[in-house]
C-alpha cells in the first residue's frame, strides 16, 4: 500500500526500520517477481489466469517473536517472504495452489486442487462472461422472444452459481439479466435492477460458453413460462440528474485547523497507525481489504489480528435457480479486489488520509487500487460526563474516535466497512448495508411471502446478511480463554426474601465450538487472560464482545447453505488458532460443499483455556425488503465492539481534556447571544457556573 | 421555552398565529396565575409546597381536530388552558392533586390523594434533607465512631425510599452517605462517591427528622457490623485538575459556514422545528423533559406525541437497604427537573439552538431553565452509495442527522437523550448512560457475585437500566394497528426441495397487552394504517421499530420491583388510547405499589386493531461495573429507531443533492496532493472516473 503523497505536515512518518515488513502487503515488484516463478514452472507458452497473489503471512510461532522485538526494539529476526497463489491453466479447470519463497526464490508447493474446489469470481472473467452471453445465439434468440424496443440494452450480471448438488461440479455461472430503460438507453448509469428479466443463462467459466438458459418461475409457484413478449415498465433511476433534489441543505464541514491528531507511518506497503495510545499496522489484500495487526493500546498487547473473515447473504426463495443463491462476498468476489476508490470529500468526511494498494489482476500483473481505504477522525458526541448537583459543575469530555473506511461494491450491494477507535479502549467494527436489492421479475397482481414487491413487475426476495468477524486476541499476552458472564436470578430464600436479588455467574468456555449470545439472561462473552489482574479487584484482565442479537442461518441443517456457511448459525466460534484459518467460511467458497470452515475446526472439540484461541464473531440481519430499499437503500448500520473490562484501573478516557468552546468552536445559530464569564465554580450568589472557560475573543 | 435570542440570521422565524398553542409549555405568567388560584382555596397563611405545576394537556378529541385545522391553515378551536398541580401541605402528608381551568379561572377538581400516594423529590427538599441529616444528634453519634480527620466532610445522597411493604407507608427517604477525600476537602467537587459510608439514615419528609439509621452490611452476608474507626482510602477524582491530561488531541471544528438548515419557529414558549421535511412541536415539561408533538414528514402525520415515558434502575444486592433500591428518574425526580445547562461546546457540537424553559419551583414560583435543549444537525457518514461497476460511476449521499439533545442527572447519573431525524424518513431516540455509578462499602478481600469492586472499599452492585419510550402514533391517520412480522423457515417439500425457503409471516395484534421482540425469528414490530396503500405494492404504509434485545426485570413476580415497574418486563406494551396514560410506571411513583401503568392499562384487555393506539416500546442495559467503569463511566448507548415500511415509493433520501468536494471541504492530511478533474464518466481510455467534481481552487 502506498500513501497518496509524502507531506511535512503532521502526520505521515517514515519507519525507523528499514526493509519489509513480515507483515507488509505484496509489493509490485513482489507480485511480479511471483508471477516469475510461477510461470517458470510451466512451458513458456502456457496461459496462466492468476486468481490470487496474496502475502502468506508468517508462522503466528515465527511473527509474535518478531513483534516483541520489534516493539522492545531488539533486533529484528529473518523471516521468509512467502506468498500464496491460485492459478488456472486458461479455459481448463485445472485450479492450482502454491506458495512461493521469495526470500529463498523458491517453490514451496504447486498443487492441483481436487473436485469442487473453485476459485472466485475476477473482474476480467465477470466482462468476459457478460460479453459471450450477449453474443450467444440461444440467448440472443430468447431476447427476441421478448421483442424490446429498437436499441435497448441488455444488461447482465454473472453470479456464482451456487451449490445443490445438481450437476454443479463444474465452475459454472448462473446469469441474471435485466435491461436499461429503452427510454434512456444511452445511459450507462440507469438503473437496470429495475428492469429484471425472466431468462438466466447458465455458462461454464471453463469452456466459457453458454450450457443451457434457464428460466425463472415470475408466479406464486414453480410454473414457468415461455419467453414472452416483455411489458414495458417504468424505470426507477437513482441518479441525482433524474430526481428533484433537495435544495435546502446547508452545507457542513469538519475541520480541524491544526490538522488531524493520528499519524501514519509508512514502511514500504505497510503502515502504522498511532492515535491517541492505540497503535496498529494495516494491511490489505485481495479478499480481506484492511487487516489490522498487532492492535496495541499504550503499548499494551490487545489483538494480534482482525479482519472481516466472510460474509454470507442466502436467499429466501426456494424455487430454481434462487434455491442456491448464496453469495460469500469475500471468497467469491474479494473485499479488496471490490474495494472502491473513496475520492475526496464523497465517501469520508474532514481530514482524510487515504491509503492505497496494490493487488494482483488476473495476468498476474500489479494492479493499483488507490484510495482504498480511509482514515480520518471524527466527533463521537459526548464521551461521559457528570455535573455534581451541589455545585453544579460540570466536567465532560467529548468522544473522539478514529474511522478506517473501506466500502466495497460486488455486483448490485455496497458494504461499508469501518475500523473505529475511541478514547475510552473501545474498537467497534461497523458494516452498513446499501446499494441495490438483487431484484427478479414478478408477474402483476402476485404476491409472494417470500419478497417484497418494490416496483412494477420487480420482486426483490427476503435475504439474510451474516457477517464473522475474526478477533486473534493478545490481551495483554498470548495465552487467553473465552469466557461468559450471564445475569441469573437469586431464588427466594432468606437471603433474597423480597425476590430482588440477582448475580453474575463466569463460565469457561473449555472446548472449541459455536456459541450464542443471550440477551434474555444478558449472556456476553469475554476474552481475558488469567495470568494479568485488574491491580484493583484482582479480576482478570478482559476485553468483552458487544455482538447484537440476529436471526442465524435459516436454512436448514441438511441445506447446502448451512453446510457452505460454517459461521452463520452462531454468534460466536472460538477455536483454537491454527496458521492459516482465516476464512469462517472455509478458503474456497465458490460453489463450496463446505466441512473446511470454522465449524469444522471447531468439531476438532480442542481445548481452548489458557491458549492461543480465535474467536469469530457473527452477526447480521435478516432483510426483509421494504419500498423504501429501492431503488438504492438507506443504510442499515450494525456493529460489534469490543471492550475492556477490568483491564485498566479507571476509566481510560478519565485523562481526555475537557471539552470547552475554545476547543471546540461551536456557534450559536443567533449570533447575537451574549455569552457570560463562567469558572467552573459556584459563584458568590451561590448560583452555579456552568462548565466552559470563558469563549475566546475570536467568536 | 424561550430561545436564547433573537436573530435575523436563519431559522428562528415567528409564528404567523398569536395566542398561546394549546400545547405549549405553561409560560411564567401562568405559572403564578395557577398557583394563585390554588394558594386561593386555602387559608392565606397555609404553606403549601408545590411539587409540580404542568401544562394538563388538551383531551385527545379536542387536540387532533385542532391540529389538523393548524396544518390546513383553518380557523382555530379554541380549547381551554389546563394546568395539573400537585402539592403537599407543607410538613404533613397531606398531598393533592388538582387541575385548574386558566382559561374559565376556575378549579376543576383539588383533591388528597389516598394513601400510598407520594410525590416526586424536588430539589429545595433535597437540600433540606441533607442538611437535617447532618445536623441530627444520632448521625453524629454516628459519624463520630469513624474518627474521621479534622475538617472531613461528610455527603449524603437522599434516594427515594423504595418499596418492600414493611413501614414504608409514610414518606420517607434513604440516606446514602459518604465521605469527601480528606486530603481534598476544600474542593467541593472532590468524588465522594469512591468513599462510601456504611451508615444510612433514614428521614421522614414529612416530619422532617432522622427516624432511624440503618447499617449495610459490607461483607458476604447480612452480617451487620458497629460503626468502626474509618479506614482511609484512595481518592479516585475525575476532575480535570486531577488528572494528567493528554495533550496530543487536535481540535476537531464542526463548521456550518452558510449556518444550519434547520428553522425553529417561536411561538411564546412553544417550538416548532422544521428541518428536511421534518416538522414537529417541541414541548418541555419538569417531569418529562422534551416532548415531541404533531410530527410530520413532507405533511404527512407520522408521530402524535413521542416522549421517554419512565425509566427504572433497580439494584441487584439482595439485602436490607439495597433490595428496595429502584429508582424511577422521571417519575421519583423528573427529566426536566434534572436538565443540564448545556453550555456553548460543552455538550453539543457545530451551529447549536439552544432552548429553554420554565418551570416552577416548590413555592410555586416560575424557575429560568436555560439551555435545556440543545438543537443542532450532525453528519451521520454515509446515507446511501451505489457504483456501477461497469463505469466506476458511483452515486452517493451523506447522512445528515438533526439531533434535540438534553442531559439529565440525577444524583450520580447522567442520561444523555436525544432524538435524532435523518433524511431517510427515520426517528431515532438515542440514550446514552454515563456518570457514577452508584456505591457502597465492601471490606477489603470480599468479593460479592451481586457487584463489582471498582476501588478499594467500593463495590459497585449490578442494576438494569430499562427505559421506556412512548410512541403515540398517527401514521397516515389516527386509526393504526400493530402488527409483528416473522421470518419462519418452509418446511422441506417438493416447493422447498433444498431446505433454504423462508418467508415473513404478519399477525395483527389485537389486543392491548405486552410483547417481546424476538431476534431468533426477526419478529419485528410495525404500525400500520390499513386504509392507505403503498401505490406500488399495496401494503398499509406503516413504521416499523428497531428496538434491540434486553434482558428484562430479573426481579421475580412477586415483588416490588417488578409490580411497580410495570413496563420492565416486555419489550412492547401496546394499549388503547386514554387521555392521561403517559407514564408506563404509573403517575405517581415515588414508594409507589404499582396496579396504575402501562400494565394494568393493557390488562383491560382493549381491541386494538384500527384504533388509536400507544405503544411504549421498553430498551436497555444490565450493567455489571467493571472498572472502566469508575469513577465516571465512558457513554453507554442504545437506541431505538422507527423506521418506514412501504410508506414512501421510494427511497425517501434519494433526493438528497450527491456528496461532492464541494460542498463537503474534506481535506487531506497532505496537503501538497494534486487533484485531477473527475466528471462521474467513463473517460476516453475506458477508465472510470471518480464522483467528484474537480475541487473548487479554493482548496
Same mark, same amino acid.
Given at each position: 500500500?502506498?500513501?497518496?503523497?509524502? $507531506?511535512?505536515?503532521?502526520?505521515?512518518?517514515?519507519?525507523?526500520?528499514?526493509?519489509?515488513?513480515?507483515?507488509?502487503?505484496?509489493?509490485? @515488484?513482489?507480485?511480479?517477481?511471483?508471477?516469475?516463478?510461477?510461470?517458470?514452472?510451466?512451458?513458456?507458452?502456457?496461459?496462466?489466469?492468476?486468481?490470487?497473489?496474496?502475502?502468506?503471512?508468517?508462522?503466528?510461532? @515465527?511473527?509474535?517473536?518478531?513483534?516483541?522485538?520489534?516493539?522492545?526494539?531488539?533486533?529484528?529476526?529473518?523471516?521468509?517472504?512467502?506468498?500464496?497463489?491460485?492459478?488456472?491453466?486458461?479455459?481448463?479447470?485445472?485450479?492450482?495452489?502454491?506458495?512461493?519463497?521469495?526470500?529463498?526464490?523458491?517453490?514451496?508447493?504447486?498443487?492441483?486442487?481436487?473436485?469442487?474446489?473453485?476459485?472466485?469470481?475476477?473482474?476480467?472473467?465477470?466482462?468476459?462472461? @457478460?460479453?459471450?452471453?450477449?453474443? %450467444?445465439?440461444?440467448?440472443?434468440?430468447?431476447?427476441?422472444?421478448?421483442? #424490446?424496443?429498437?436499441?435497448?440494452?441488455?444488461?447482465?450480471?454473472?453470479?456464482?452459481?451456487?451449490? %445443490?448438488?445438481?450437476?454443479?461440479?463444474?465452475?459454472?455461472?448462473?446469469?441474471?439479466?435485466?435491461?436499461?430503460?429503452?427510454?434512456?438507453?444511452?445511459?450507462?448509469?440507469?438503473?437496470?435492477?429495475?428492469?429484471?428479466?425472466?431468462?438466466?443463462?447458465?455458462?461454464?467459466?471453463?469452456?466459457?460458453?453458454?450450457?443451457?438458459?434457464? *428460466?425463472?418461475?415470475?408466479?406464486?409457484?414453480?410454473?414457468?413460462?415461455?419467453?414472452?413478449?416483455?411489458? #414495458?415498465?417504468?424505470?426507477?433511476?437513482?441518479?441525482? @440528474? *433524474?430526481?428533484?433534489?433537495?435544495?435546502?441543505?446547508?452545507?457542513?464541514?469538519?475541520?480541524?485547523?491544526?490538522?488531524?491528531?493520528?499519524?501514519?507511518?509508512?514502511?514500504?506497503?505497510?503502515?502504522?497507525?498511532?492515535?491517541?495510545?492505540?497503535?496498529?499496522?494495516?494491511?490489505?489484500?485481495?479478499?480481506?481489504?484492511?487487516?489490522?495487526?498487532?492492535?496495541?493500546?499504550?503499548?499494551?498487547?490487545?489483538?494480534?489480528?482482525? $479482519?472481516?473473515?466472510?460474509?454470507?447473504?442466502?436467499?429466501?426463495?426456494?424455487? *430454481?435457480?434462487? *434455491?442456491?443463491?448464496?453469495?460469500?462476498?469475500?471468497?467469491?468476489?474479494?473485499?479488496?479486489?471490490?474495494?472502491?476508490?473513496?475520492?475526496?470529500?464523497?465517501?469520508?468526511?474532514?481530514?482524510?488520509?487515504?491509503?492505497?494498494?496494490?493487488?494482483?489482476?488476473?495476468?498476474?500483473?500489479?494492479?493499483?487500487?488507490?484510495?482504498?481505504?480511509?482514515?480520518?477522525?471524527?466527533?463521537?458526541?459526548?464521551?461521559?460526563?457528570?455535573?455534581?448537583?451541589?455545585?453544579?459543575?460540570?466536567?465532560?469530555?467529548?468522544?473522539?474516535?478514529?474511522?478506517?473506511?473501506?466500502?466495497?461494491?460486488?455486483?448490485?450491494?455496497?458494504?461499508?466497512?469501518?475500523?473505529?477507535?475511541?478514547?475510552?479502549?473501545?474498537?467497534?467494527?461497523?458494516?452498513?448495508?446499501?446499494?441495490?436489492? /438483487?431484484?427478479?421479475?414478478?408477474?402483476?397482481?402476485?404476491?409472494?411471502?417470500?419478497? =417484497?414487491?418494490?416496483?412494477?413487475?420487480?420482486?426483490?426476495?427476503?435475504?439474510?446478511?451474516?457477517?464473522?468477524?475474526?478477533?486473534?486476541?493478545?490481551? %495483554?499476552?498470548?495465552? !487467553?480463554?473465552?469466557?461468559?458472564?450471564?445475569?441469573? &436470578?437469586?431464588?427466594?430464600?432468606?437471603?433474597?426474601?423480597?425476590?430482588?436479588?440477582?448475580?453474575?455467574?463466569?463460565?469457561?468456555?473449555?472446548?472449541?465450538?459455536?456459541?450464542?449470545?443471550?440477551?434474555?439472561?444478558? +449472556?456476553?462473552?469475554?476474552?481475558?487472560?488469567? %495470568?494479568?489482574?485488574? &491491580?484493583?479487584?484482582?479480576?482478570?484482565?478482559?476485553?468483552?464482545?458487544?455482538?447484537?442479537?440476529?436471526?442465524?442461518?435459516?436454512?436448514? $441443517?441438511?441445506?447446502?447453505?448451512?453446510?457452505?456457511?460454517?459461521?452463520?448459525?452462531?454468534?460466536?466460534?472460538?477455536?483454537?488458532? +491454527?496458521?492459516?484459518? #482465516?476464512?469462517?467460511?472455509?478458503?474456497? =467458497?465458490?460453489?463450496?460443499?463446505?466441512?473446511?470452515?470454522? +465449524?469444522?475446526?471447531?468439531?476438532?472439540?480442542? !481445548?481452548?483455556?489458557?491458549?492461543?484461541?480465535?474467536?469469530?464473531?457473527?452477526?447480521?440481519?435478516?432483510?426483509?425488503?421494504?419500498?423504501?430499499?429501492?431503488?438504492?437503500?438507506?443504510?442499515?448500520?450494525?456493529?460489534?465492539?469490543?471492550?475492556?473490562?477490568?483491564?485498566?484501573?479507571?476509566?481510560?478516557?478519565?485523562?481526555?481534556?475537557?471539552?470547552?468552546?475554545?476547543?471546540?468552536?461551536?456557534? #450559536?445559530?443567533?449570533?447575537?447571544?451574549?455569552?457570560?464569564?463562567?469558572?467552573?465554580?459556584?459563584?458568590? /450568589?451561590?448560583?452555579?457556573?456552568?462548565?466552559?472557560?470563558?469563549?475566546?475573543?475570536?467568536?
Amino acid at each position: 500500500m502506498a500513501t497518496e503523497s509524502a $507531506s511535512t505536515s503532521l502526520p505521515l512518518r517514515s519507519a525507523k526500520q528499514t526493509g519489509t515488513h513480515p507483515l507488509a502487503p505484496l509489493s509490485a @515488484e513482489e507480485i511480479e517477481g511471483t508471477v516469475s516463478i510461477i510461470k517458470a514452472q510451466w512451458p513458456t507458452n502456457a496461459d496462466l489466469q492468476f486468481k490470487s497473489v496474496t502475502l502468506e503471512e508468517p508462522a503466528k510461532a @515465527e511473527m509474535v517473536p518478531y513483534l516483541e522485538a520489534e516493539f522492545h526494539g531488539d533486533s529484528l529476526p529473518n523471516i521468509d517472504r512467502r506468498v500464496s497463489v491460485n492459478y488456472y491453466l486458461r479455459k481448463t479447470n485445472k485450479f492450482h495452489e502454491a506458495v512461493i519463497n521469495l526470500t529463498q526464490q523458491s517453490v514451496e508447493y504447486n498443487v492441483r486442487l481436487g473436485p469442487n474446489v473453485h476459485a472466485p469470481i475476477d473482474g476480467e472473467e465477470v466482462m468476459e462472461i @457478460e460479453r459471450i452471453t450477449l453474443e %450467444d445465439e440461444g440467448v440472443k434468440a430468447e431476447i427476441a422472444k421478448l421483442q #424490446l424496443p429498437e436499441g435497448t440494452q441488455v444488461i447482465v450480471d454473472p453470479w456464482p452459481y451456487g451449490s %445443490d448438488g445438481i450437476d454443479d461440479n463444474e465452475r459454472i455461472f448462473q446469469l441474471f439479466m435485466y435491461i436499461r430503460d429503452p427510454e434512456n438507453s444511452s445511459e450507462a448509469d440507469s438503473n437496470h435492477y429495475a428492469l429484471p428479466l425472466a431468462i438466466s443463462p447458465v455458462v461454464s467459466a471453463e469452456t466459457m460458453k453458454v450450457i443451457r438458459i434457464d *428460466h425463472m418461475p415470475t408466479g406464486k409457484d414453480n410454473t414457468l413460462k415461455e419467453t414472452q413478449p416483455y411489458q #414495458l415498465r417504468p424505470a426507477n433511476e437513482y441518479l441525482p @440528474e *433524474h430526481q428533484k433534489l433537495r435544495t435546502d441543505l446547508k452545507p457542513l464541514n469538519v475541520v480541524q485547523p491544526e490538522g488531524a491528531s493520528f499519524a501514519v507511518t509508512e514502511q514500504g506497503t505497510s503502515h502504522i497507525v498511532e492515535w491517541q495510545k492505540w497503535s496498529f499496522r494495516v494491511g490489505f489484500n485481495a479478499r480481506e481489504g484492511m487487516v489490522l495487526y498487532d492492535v496495541r493500546y499504550d503499548g499494551r498487547n490487545l489483538f494480534y489480528r482482525l $479482519s472481516l473473515s466472510d460474509m454470507n447473504i442466502p436467499y429466501a426463495d426456494p424455487r *430454481h435457480p434462487f *434455491h442456491k443463491k448464496s453469495a460469500f462476498d469475500l471468497g467469491d468476489a474479494g473485499a479488496g479486489a471490490m474495494a472502491n476508490n473513496l475520492k475526496l470529500g464523497c465517501d469520508c468526511l474532514g481530514t482524510i488520509h487515504y491509503l492505497s494498494a496494490v493487488l494482483a489482476d488476473e495476468k498476474g500483473a500489479p494492479m493499483d487500487m488507490p484510495n482504498v481505504v480511509c482514515i480520518h477522525e471524527q466527533d463521537g458526541g459526548i464521551g461521559w460526563k457528570h455535573t455534581n448537583y451541589r455545585t453544579g459543575r460540570a466536567a465532560v469530555v467529548r468522544n473522539r474516535e478514529l474511522v478506517l473506511q473501506s466500502i466495497i461494491t460486488v455486483a448490485n450491494y455496497e458494504y461499508i466497512l469501518a475500523f473505529m477507535f475511541n478514547q475510552a479502549g473501545e474498537v467497534t467494527y461497523e458494516v452498513r448495508a446499501t446499494g441495490i436489492l /438483487s431484484t427478479q421479475p414478478i408477474d402483476d397482481g402476485v404476491e409472494v411471502p417470500w419478497g =417484497t414487491v418494490v416496483h412494477p413487475g420487480v420482486l426483490a426476495t427476503h435475504h439474510q446478511h451474516i457477517f464473522s468477524l475474526r478477533v486473534d486476541p493478545m490481551i %495483554d499476552g498470548y495465552n !487467553n480463554r473465552l469466557v461468559y458472564d450471564e445475569a441469573l &436470578p437469586m431464588p427466594r430464600s432468606d437471603f433474597n426474601p423480597h425476590g430482588t436479588g440477582y448475580y453474575s455467574q463466569e463460565t469457561v468456555v473449555e472446548t472449541s465450538g459455536g456459541y450464542d449470545v443471550d440477551y434474555s439472561n444478558n +449472556r456476553t462473552f469475554k476474552i481475558q487472560n488469567v %495470568d494479568v489482574r485488574n &491491580p484493583i479487584n484482582g479480576k482478570p484482565v478482559a476485553y468483552k464482545i458487544h455482538a447484537p442479537a440476529f436471526q442465524k442461518m435459516i436454512s436448514d $441443517s441438511e441445506s447446502f447453505n448451512y453446510k457452505r456457511a460454517e459461521f452463520a448459525d452462531r454468534s460466536i466460534y472460538a477455536v483454537k488458532y +491454527r496458521d492459516g484459518e #482465516l476464512f469462517a467460511g472455509g478458503k474456497y =467458497t465458490n460453489q463450496s460443499r463446505g466441512g473446511t470452515g470454522v +465449524r469444522s475446526w471447531a468439531d476438532r472439540k480442542e !481445548n481452548i483455556v489458557d491458549q492461543d484461541l480465535v474467536v469469530f464473531v457473527q452477526f447480521g440481519i435478516n432483510h426483509i425488503p421494504r419500498i423504501e430499499d429501492f431503488p438504492v437503500m438507506p443504510c442499515e448500520i450494525i456493529k460489534v465492539s469490543l471492550k475492556p473490562v477490568n483491564f485498566f484501573d479507571k476509566n481510560p478516557a478519565l485523562d481526555v481534556a475537557p471539552s470547552t468552546q475554545e476547543f471546540n468552536r461551536s456557534t #450559536l445559530v443567533s449570533e447575537a447571544h451574549q455569552q457570560g464569564t463562567t469558572t467552573g465554580k459556584v459563584n458568590a /450568589s451561590g448560583e452555579p457556573e456552568v462548565c466552559c472557560p470563558a469563549p475566546s475573543s475570536k467568536l
